[in-house]
């Protein structure tokens, strides 16, 4: 069990992201991060289940988009999510270290005005996802799947698979 401060801190945390970044970041009240920063610009929002935690340096940015995570998820040390359109997570997900998940690219091609392309992820329920992997945009996880460490992945995952990047 982790120590009492750490909750009592996280519920202060949180109050404090709330009145920071005021409709736009909601969550249940236990959580146990170890340092969480939120960037919440635009339109964007945080919406985050209860009993999430962390074990260090966890980064959530809305940045005109949504990003919902549900409850009982775990990440590890060094994650990074950022949401221009759409990014959902299931309950009960575990993620390894250095995770990256972005619905958005550059748009290099300059096909049109926006400097970013983007579309929408979703990562089901019972989700476990290996040390450095990036989810690029346009994913969907299903239901109990295993990523292994190392993957990219980009596009529809059935549920139950388990997809790992051989070398």
């Known amino acids: ?7 009592i801190k996280n519920v202060i945390g949180m109050l404090g992201k709330k009145i920071r970044h005021g409709g736009k970041f ?28 962390n074990r260090g340096n966890l980064y959530l940015i809305a940045q005109d988009g949504e990003l919902e995570i549900g409850d009982h998820c775990f990440f590890n040390t060094g994650c990074c999510i950022t949401a221009l359109e759409s990014i959902r997570i299931g309950n009960n997900c575990k993620f390894g270290n250095n995770l990256v998940i972005v619905d958005h690219d550059h748009n290099f091609k300059k096909e049109s ?13 019972n989700v476990w996802v290996g040390a450095n992997v990036t989810i690029l945009r346009g994913t969907t996880i299903g239901d109990d799947c295993v990523i292994g460490a190392g993957s990219v992945v980009k596009g529809n995952i059935e549920p139950k698979s388990k997809i790992v990047q051989k070398r």
């Open 1 to 7: 069990m982790r120590s009492p401060l750490l909750y």
């Open 26 to 53: 909601s969550a249940g009240l236990v959580q146990t991060f170890d340092h969480l920063h939120t960037e919440i610009y635009g339109n964007g929002r945080i919406k985050l289940g209860s009993y999430n935690q």
């Open 113 to 125: 005005d926006s400097e970013f392309i983007s579309s929408k992820i979703v990562i089901g329920n």
